[in-house]
């Protein structure tokens, strides 16, 4: 593969910011690689699709990621569908990790995955230049846990990744677990445990309307007020400020100093106001937002033929629109065509 430059492409403003119409400063891109997944979580998928869009070949998204990080994207995070799946992502983490931000900076690279594949990837992946991962897992008890993925075996597949992360290096780690009512809200003061544990930073997600089938109601969602209530009880916490101000979890430390938890509240605390985020889909779109009713067409202008300079405007313009708020809960909702497996969560 071609090497890529060691700077983003050029810019005009040293101080060149992507903002929206709303004064917000975007700087964290997420880059869908991929729409297939080796879990079948019953909260996002049906079970009966796969994978619903093409892959872009991995210079497509490298030269497309350098265009954002040439106009002030400072932080990446990899994200799929299941994106240890693709094939050429060590070479992209190598590739990116090559890039400084408009400020001389590295980039910030980080990766979102169910694990599965980690401990073979861990290790290679750091090598790369990844700086950090976040695993997804919604339970501690392996009966649940494979309850939800629908895979067998898939309880100690994950921990293993999760240590082979550590081992390599991939730290802090983080381990995301989305909260259903019915599902898994009995893991929660598990959970906090393992936090302890396994010296891991575990961050609750509320559940979001984006799941394949019909699932999402307001009753389902375990709100941040209860998860803290509910440690609690068991574990005294508290409250610890926000490392930067477009941070999505709320933290919490336990009270005797060992561990951290985050609370990621999208339904019950919004933080829409502090959103710094735009989302790059595995063919090529951008979303300005999970909930956009629109996808702007980055990759077909791309294979039209347009040049860097006018891709660029582009993504300007199309940053520029992003939306205020998403209305999730609101009379009139609409979910987004897009499920969260093909979006990149
Ligand atoms: N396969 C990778 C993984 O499992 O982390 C990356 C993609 S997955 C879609 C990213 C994250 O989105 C996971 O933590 C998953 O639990 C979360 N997620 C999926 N559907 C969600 C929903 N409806 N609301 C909130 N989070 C969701």
């Not at 897992?137 to 392996?142: C, G, I, T």
């Not at 909260?179 to 959970?191: H, S, T």
């Not at 605390?269 to 702007?296: M, N, P, Y």
Request: hydrophobic residues 40%; glycine residues 10%; contains cysteine.
């Amino acid at each position: 593969m071609a090497s890529a430059s060691l700077t983003a492409s050029p810019t005009t403003a040293r101080d060149a910011r992507l903002t929206d119409s709303h004064g917000r400063v975007i700087h964290d891109l997420r880059v869908s690689i991929t729409d297939r997944c080796n879990y079948k979580c019953v909260y996002c998928r049906t079970g009966e699709g796969g994978a619903q869009y093409p892959e872009l070949s991995i210079e497509e998204y490298l030269r497309l990621i350098r265009l954002f990080v040439g106009l002030g994207i400072a932080k990446v995070r990899l994200t799929g569908g299941e994106p240890l799946l693709r094939r050429g992502l060590v070479d992209l983490v190598r590739e990116l990790a090559g890039l400084r931000t408009l400020w001389g900076q590295p980039l910030e690279l980080a990766l979102t995955t169910n694990g599965h594949l980690l401990d073979g990837l861990a290790a290679p992946l750091k090598a790369a230049g990844l700086s950090r991962v976040t695993v997804s897992m919604d339970a501690v008890d392996a009966a649940t846990f494979e309850r939800i993925t629908r895979v067998p075996g898939s309880f100690e597949t994950v921990l293993g990744g999760i240590r082979a992360a550590r081992a390599a290096g991939l730290t802090p780690l983080k381990i995301n677990c989305v909260l259903l009512r019915g599902f898994n809200d009995d893991q929660i003061e598990g959970f906090a445990r393992f936090a302890r544990e396994e010296d891991v930073v575990v961050r609750f997600i509320e559940f979001m309307p984006l799941e394949e089938g019909r699932l999402w109601s307001p009753e389902i969602v375990v709100t941040l007020k209860e998860i803290v209530e509910r440690i609690g009880r068991v574990l005294p916490l508290v409250e610890l400020p926000p490392r930067e101000p477009s941070e999505t979890a709320r933290r919490y430390g336990f009270r005797d100093g060992a561990g951290e938890i985050g609370i990621i509240a999208p339904v019950s605390q919004a933080f829409c106001g502090a959103c710094s985020r735009v989302r790059l889909t595995s063919d090529g779109k951008i979303r300005t937002c999970l909930f956009s009713q629109v996808e702007h067409d980055l990759y077909g202008r791309m294979r039209g033929g347009a040049d860097d300079a006018e891709l660029s405007a582009y993504i300007v313009r199309t940053v520029e629109g992003k939306e205020a708020r998403h209305h999730i809960g609101e009379p009139g909702f609409l979910k987004p065509s897009r499920s969260m497996v093909h979006i990149g969560g």
